[in-house]
């Protein structure tokens, strides 16, 4: 099934869409996250969002959540590109991620080129596997 959808950066307006989805940071951190462009959104025609967090670990970006309401459309792959392209242009050469671990994750990212470097696991927690994926 391929699916039409547009690929940008969230704007205020997605605030009260996104506090709805992403219940690990409060609103204002969101907020924040918005204004320095470390969300991005893929937004298909029939208007159900799908999203992508960023942040930095010292000065690599790092992707800390990638959300989806629907798998094996090439959204995901989509949006980890266009994240790719923007690093290039901001003058960085590498991605961070963290994701928790299943078949999901372990298939995904090394198919777009991720390599596996650590892992973590906390208390009452899946376990957190670290990628790493040199754009250059």
């Known amino acids: 099934m391929k699916i039409a959808f547009n690929i940008a950066y969230a704007s ?3 605030l009260v869409w996104l506090t709805g989805y992403d219940n690990q ?3 204002m951190t969101l907020n924040r996250k918005i204004i320095n462009s470390e969300i991005i959104l893929a937004s298909p025609k029939e208007n159900s ?6 942040g930095f670990f010292w000065t690599i970006f790092l992707l800390s959540i990638l959300y989806l309401f629907s798998r094996n459309i090439a959204i995901g792959k989509a949006m980890v590109g266009f ?5 290039i242009s901001s ?3 590498k991605l961070f991620i963290s994701a928790f671990s299943n078949e999901r994750t372990q298939h995904f990212y090394p198919k777009i080129g991720c390599k596996d470097v650590d892992s973590v696991v906390l208390p009452e927690q899946t376990q957190e596997i670290i990628l790493f994926k040199e754009l250059r």
Do not use: I, P
């Open 49 to 54: 969002l799908r999203f992508l967090g960023l």
């Open 25 to 27: 940071v409060t609103k």
């Open 91 to 93: 003058g960085f050469d």
């Open 12 to 14: 205020l307006l997605d």
């Open 83 to 87: 994240w790719g392209k923007e690093t």
